[in-house]
């Protein structure tokens, strides 16, 4: 809770002492104090569908209840933000979810630069610290660094990877990722994939021949198609969660950078548009700012 609550200081300074000032001489929700919250909600990339729907909601119990104190504003609002988030089933890492599934295979997909990589190698970090055999397959052959990076995290935390020459069909990565947890009885094989977005086809037609060429060896793989997006980005990383939820079966996202910005209200957003549970979030560049997402804990570091 405590990296948490520092890592969503800056959306908290932008987004609920707003909501504090907006309330101030006023004694009851009116019309106004209404108009001033969809403000600072929109301006905080929480997006205008999600806000307005925040909105109705607080209307509706203002109506029911013909006086609502401003005091009582907080509460309510974290009552509905709260509802509108997607609930994480592990609360920590050691209680990870697979589902019975070994090797559990995780596909990572998302644009160069949002911190996918880093997300990678903090994940494996975390699940090899909760007792765990990981392994990650370097199929982002696209680019030199790429392979490079995975091969550095891979050495950092102590985890083996697989890796062919660059330029080599990722799909056969992949594959040989799999197939060798599979050998070495490893629990987590997680997957780099590459991240250019300049034609929607040639993604969705790599991303489904990795997928394909999994599937093959352990039936149901990858269990978890998780979309790294950059919080900082606000509305661009609800335009890619557009963009790759209609190229590939994402089922999980990861939020980094929350730390650095003040638009962490997009989590909220993203997680009521899209319907699919934020799972991971970045709160800084250390090998230990990754958090599984819990609802409450974030909105009471919201509300703090
Ligand atoms: P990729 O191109 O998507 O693989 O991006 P990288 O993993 O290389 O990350 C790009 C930059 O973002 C690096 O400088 C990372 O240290 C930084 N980064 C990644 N996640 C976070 C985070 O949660 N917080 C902060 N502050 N920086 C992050």
Known sequence: QEALDKGLEKTKEGFFTKITKAVVGKSTVDEEVLDNLEEILVTSDVGVTTTLKIIERIEDRVAKDKYVNTSELNGILREEIQALLAENNSDDFETFEYGNHKPYVIMVVGVNGVGKTTTIGKLAHKLKEAGNKVVLGAADTFRAAAVEQIKLWGERVGVRVVAQSMGSDPASVAFDTVQSA????????????????????????????????????????????????????????IEQCKQFTQATDVNALALTKLDGTAKGGVVIGISDQFKIPVKYIGVGESINDLQLFNKKEFVNSLFK
Do not use: C, F, W, Y
């Open 182 to 237: 599979v050998a070495n009885q490893e629990d987590v094989a997680i997957i780099d994939t590459a991240g250019r977005l300049h034609n929607k086809l040639a993604l969705m037609n790599e991303l489904t021949k990795i997928k394909n060429v999994m599937k093959k060896v352990v039936p149901g793989a990858p269990h978890e198609i998780l979309l790294v997006l950059d919080a900082s980005t606000g509305q661009n990383a």
